[in-house]
């Protein structure tokens, strides 16, 4: 009864949505490329990888500029975040590494895998010290953690057959959260132990895709079968979802929430892709902007708090900019 409300509610508000939001786009040179995952280290500066040529990057806002770095022929990179000294480490998602880049000497550093089934690390998350990178390997149905200190990676496997572990998000209490797209759950790490949970979501056929745990410690994910936002609390096990505005086909992919625990995600379902935020505690779609280029598939987004933007790459060969939070 409880979900069943929710999307009443949600229905009965998409009507009334305002509050579009600010996107600026930069056209990436290197053509076909796929641009994605976006990491802004300031205002001025954002990194990204190009995972069809193989390469990092970093855009300069103000200029409008861009710097390339190529990896080895067949890397794939899917993912890469930036370290708090400035090392860049990314997913090397066709050739089982993940790798560090140091801007200042060029260097790159590559770590295999230790099993060859861990075929293609695919999202990388800092625990909140930096000292450990967690990650998920989705063809090898896997989940890792990189120790930094010794470069020693664990692996742990998924529970369930097939799961395509996909998005991951570090809690606030240091426990780590991930999607299995390939079925309809969640997974829970303990950061220690490394012992895994599965959590079954309400619909077997549910397929979540990106995932964000507000500082509340409740978990949201984005339903990329059946069009629907959800709410999943861990301390009550209680879920609630609502469907998005585009409906069953909105297929809604990348996620990031804002400094207020507002919660954003994309659909990409629909052409041009729209930019939809979600305001927790009024249980409504306040927000929503059509992308101009487009987007084709907005795949992962990057929440940059002190400017209150959004970053996101698209498949339409751009990086994106979406002011969330004009005031900060």
Known sequence: MRLLLAALLALSCATAIAEPIEITEWT????????????????????????????????????????????????????????????VWYAGNRTALIGRYEPDTGAIEEIPMPDPKAR???????????????????????????????????????????????????????????????????AHIDPETLELKEIDLPRESARPRRLEVLADGSVWYVDYAD????????????????????G?????????????GRVWTVATGVQPNVFLGFDPTTETFFSQTEVDSGGGTIRHMHYHEPTGSVWFGADANTIGRAVVEPDR
Do not use: C
């Open 28 to 87: 990436v040179p290197y053509e076909t490329s796929r641009p994605r995952d976006p990491f802004a280290v300031s205002a001025g500066s954002v990194w990204f990888v190009g995972q069809r040529a193989g390469y990092l990057a970093r855009l300069d806002v103000a200029e409008g500029s861009f710097e390339k770095i190529d990896l080895k022929d067949g890397s794939g990179p899917h993912n890469l975040i930036v370290q708090s000294n400035g090392d």
């Open 120 to 186: 293609d690390p695919h999202t990388l998350i800092f625990d909140a010290d930096e000292s450990h990178i967690f990650f998920t390997v989705q063809g090898g149905n896997m989940m890792g953690r990189l120790t930094l200190e010794d470069r020693k990676v664990d692996l742990i496997a998924s529970q369930s057959t097939r799961s395509r572990p996909y998005g991951i998000k570090l809690a606030p209490d240091g426990s780590v959260w991930a999607t299995l797209f390939g079925t309809h759950k969640l």
């Open 227 to 246: 069009g629907i936002l959800g709410r999943y609390l861990p301390e009550t096990g209680a879920f609630t979802e609502w469907p998005l505005p585009q």
């Open 248 to 260: 069953d086909n909105a297929r809604p992919y990348g996620m990031a929430s804002d400094s207020q």
